[in-house]
């Protein structure tokens, strides 16, 4: 079955706690990003790969990190959380070409206190 | 840049009400148009899609037809019911880019 999973689903943590959210996809997409939900704002972008060992921010990167070191994964990476990136999280995933939509994740729920 | 714009929500309807949630897109060039939906506790998924103007996406009894002349992407169904109740993403996607561009996102609550 063609999917994008993400782990894991909830997550609580301190502020300051390393922390890494994964995400895989099996459909050989070249194009990866990850965004971030919050209530009135939308989904915002934090970072995108367009294929191996190519990333680029997004709008919202502070405090974010990623890599793309193979084609199926890209997990993002808080190197010091903090209470404002309390959120809900969704990794995506599609082919190159304007005319493919997004296959997304299930979601990451994340507390940060 | 690109932008999409969504009527905010919530929209509240009866069962078997008609649906329209409004989309306009300013954008370069002719970019594809999408509509996510977003049931509680899941991520996104694809509803409807078109790629050039005129044309017409169609899913699970939603439409949404492609309108370069007013640049809209307007979505309808004319009987919604209450497994309906989602939020909904319109989006664009430019053929000189690769990030999409998204919409706010509508609430829809359908009641029995």
């Known amino acids: 079955e063609a999917q994008v999973t993400q782990n894991p689903r909830y997550l609580i943590t301190v502020t300051g706690k390393k922390l890494t959210v994964t995400c895989s996809q099996n459909m050989n997409h070249e194009y990866m990003s990850w965004y971030r939900q919050d209530p009135g704002l939308g989904l915002r972008q934090i970072y995108y790969?367009?294929?191996?060992?190519?990333?680029d921010k997004g709008d919202v990167p502070e405090g974010y990190k990623v890599s793309r070191k193979e084609k199926r994964n890209f997990p993002l990476i808080l190197e010091s959380p903090s209470p404002n990136q309390t959120s809900l999280y969704f990794c995506?995933?599609?082919?190159?070409?304007?005319?493919?939509?997004?296959?997304f994740g299930p979601g990451t729920r994340l507390t940060v206190t | 840049g690109n932008s999409v714009t969504q009527m905010e929500g919530p929209v509240t309807l009866s069962e078997e009400a008609f649906l329209t949630i409004n989309c306009t897109y300013t954008?370069?060039?002719?970019?594809?148009l999408f509509w996510y939906v977003q049931y509680p506790g899941e991520g996104l998924q694809l509803l409807l899609k078109?790629?050039?103007?005129?044309d017409k996406g169609s899913n699970k009894g939603f439409e949404a037809t492609y309108r370069k002349e007013t640049t809209s992407f307007h979505l309808e169904k004319g009987s919604v019911q209450v497994s309906d109740s989602a939020v909904y993403f319109c989006a664009l996607l430019s053929g000189g880019s690769y990030i999409p561009t998204f919409g706010r996102g509508t609430s829809l609550i359908v009641h029995p």
């Open positions: 995506a995933s599609r082919r190159q070409g304007p005319a493919y939509e997004q296959y």
């Open positions: 078109a790629t050039k103007a005129d």
């Open positions: 954008a370069t060039g002719y970019p594809s």
């Open positions: 790969s367009m294929n191996v060992e190519v990333t």
